[in-house]
C-alpha cells in the first residue's frame, strides 16, 4: 500500500475526531472550555499536516508515452481526382517589391586605415643571479679506493 493513502487515512479520521469535539458529542468536552478548543485545533492541525505530508509523498504521474496508432489500410483502392485543366491564360508574375533598403551615397572619401608602425624589438634583460661566493680552501686529503661490490651469479637451474 501506498504511504500516501495511510496518511490521507490518518487526516480523515482527525478531521472526524475534530468534529466531533466541535459539535460537543463527546460528554465533558464543551467548546466553550479551553480544552475543547485545544482537542479540536490538535486534531485540525494533525489532519492538516498529515493531508499535506500525504500529497507531497504521493508518486509523481508519469505522462504515458503514446504510440501513434497505426492507420488501417484502405480496403478499396483510392479513386483518382481529375484535376481541372489549366487556364489557357498565362500568369505574369507580380512585379518585385520595391527595394526597402535605401542607398546613401558617400560624398567624403573614406580614409584609408593607417598602417601600423613597426615596434622595436625588445632587448633581453639579463638574469640576474646572486652574488658567487668564493669557494672554500681546498683540503689535502688522501685519496681512498673505492669498495667496488661484486654481484652474485644467478643459479643455473
Known amino acids: ?21 466541535a459539535a460537543n458529542l463527546v460528554p465533558g468536552y464543551s467548546l466553550s472550555e479551553a480544552q475543547g ?6 486534531f485540525l492541525l494533525i489532519g492538516v499536516i498529515a493531508a499535506a505530508v500525504g500529497y507531497s509523498a504521493r508518486p509523481k504521474a508519469i505522462a504515458p508515452t503514446q504510440e501513434p496508432a497505426p492507420t488501417p489500410a484502405p480496403t478499396t483502392p483510392p479513386v483518382p481526382v481529375e484535376e481541372p485543366a489549366p487556364a489557357t491564360e498565362e500568369l505574369t ?4 517589391p520595391p527595394p526597402t533598403i535605401e542607398e ?5 572619401p573614406v580614409p584609408e586605415p593607417a598602417l601600423p608602425q613597426p615596434v622595436e624589438p625588445l632587448e633581453p634583460t639579463p638574469a640576474v643571479t646572486p652574488a658567487e661566493e668564493p669557494a672554500p680552501a681546498e683540503t689535502v686529503t688522501e685519496d681512498k679506493p673505492k669498495t667496488t661490490r661484486r654481484r652474485r651469479k644467478k643459479a643455473v637451474a
Not at 37 to 42: K, Q, R, S
Not at 93 to 96: A, G, L, S
Open 37 to 42: 478548543i485545544a482537542v479540536t485545533v490538535v
Open 104 to 108: 546613401v551615397s558617400i560624398t567624403e
Open 93 to 96: 508574375p507580380p512585379p518585385p
Open 1 to 21: 500500500m501506498r504511504s500516501d493513502y495511510g496518511l490521507y487515512g490518518v487526516a480523515v479520521i482527525c478531521f472526524i475526531l475534530a468534529a466531533v469535539f
